[in-house]
């Protein structure tokens, strides 16, 4: 009896001594996240300490790298290494090239698992899927909005703009002038920079897209053309040319109407100058309600060893609380459908942010997305000075990029 029971002992010290070593042998994801501001790595740091708080067993190793060239070369270093990160965050340009290279993971099974899975805005989820295969879940959305001068608007008796028609005729009216110098445009929109997406929300608003179900490309629609008329038909007429990687006129009070992503806007809406005089809208639109919609997403990577805990972190972080901290914190929309009051709560402005969310469309998910927006910005900076017909530009467009496309094969 005694040696059973110093056996019994013995025993269980030997599992309370395995225990404690696979305690101390700490499960470690590396996170790799595209952007280097520091209130967003603030945020994550804040995220993992309590992640790793309900999660004894796993560390989470945060790392992030400046948006373009300096993250897609961490990446590419790290996964040339085969030491790829973990979780990745990124946006909607790497889906295809990463999804196809191998360098994320499908994660099908573990949505179709997720409770939560289908509280996800369609939008956003639609984002991370990849020849029917489902690889990034979105966490940051940033939709364009229409901003307009409300003081503005009512001074001259009109109404919000809700159509192109509107638009145009709203623009002409609150535009003015200085002899032939325009000092105040009724409607602001760039004439060149890194990413034309303001082209895309009137290509979008008027039913068009620029991939079709076959993922091959569509830029010269007869909808795209039309895109293209309506906004040289009056942009001459209204309009103070900038650059959008510069600051939109309408932040410096110069313009009474604008399209502009929802967080550069912030800073006007936070000036006591302009309290009450800005409002925003879903863009006007002809035929389909749409914009334009950015979205950061997290994805499994091909070298995780741990892809339960992996997502374990990614369901974590999209959360109901961790998304409504991040709105609270970083101002930016929330991701799933049940929180959208929540969200609406926090700002009167956000009741029109949700909606831009739920209408908005990204770029397309190509292995040609990247000359597409290079071949696309050409076009439309050549168009809106002039220096191009719309119709043949849209045209060479299409056929430069399926040479593009021929080239890659």
Known sequence: MKRALTLLIIAALAMAAHAAAFADEAIELRFVRIGNDKPEADFWAGVIADFEA????????????????????????????NAGPDIIGHGILSVAQRAEAGHYQPIDGYF??????????????????????????????????????????????????????QLRDS????????????????????LKGGNMVEYDVFVFGNGARFMDGNSDPTLNTPEALEAFSFLMSFLPEVNIPYDNNESNPFIKGNAAMTLINNVALRPMLENPEYAGKVGIAVPPWNTDKATFCGCNMLFIGRDCKEPDAAFRFIQFALSPEIAIRRAETLNVPVTRMSLREEFIALDPYNAVRADCVSCGIGMPRA????????????????????KADPAQALEDAQRMLLDEIEWME
């Open 54 to 81: 309900d999660n004894p067993g796993v560390k989470v190793l945060y790392d992030d790298a400046a948006i373009g060239e300096p993250m897609e070369t961490k990446l590419n270093t790290l996964f040339a290494a």
């Open 112 to 165: 179709d698992a997720w409770e939560h899975g289908p509280d996800m805005i369609p939008s956003i989820l639609e984002n991370g899927r990849y020849q029917g295969s489902l690889y990034g879940l979105g966490y940051s959305a940033t939709p364009y909005v229409f901003a307009y001068r409300s003081d503005l608007l009512e001074q001259a008796g009109i109404g919000v703009p809700a159509t192109w028609d």
């Open 171 to 190: 623009a002409r009216a609150l535009t003015v002038k200085e002899g032939d110098r325009i000092v105040q445009a009724g409607f602001v929109f760039p």
């Open 367 to 386: 292995l040609w997305s990247t000359q597409f927006q290079t071949l696309r910005n050409e076009m439309v900076q050549a168009v809106l000075y002039g």
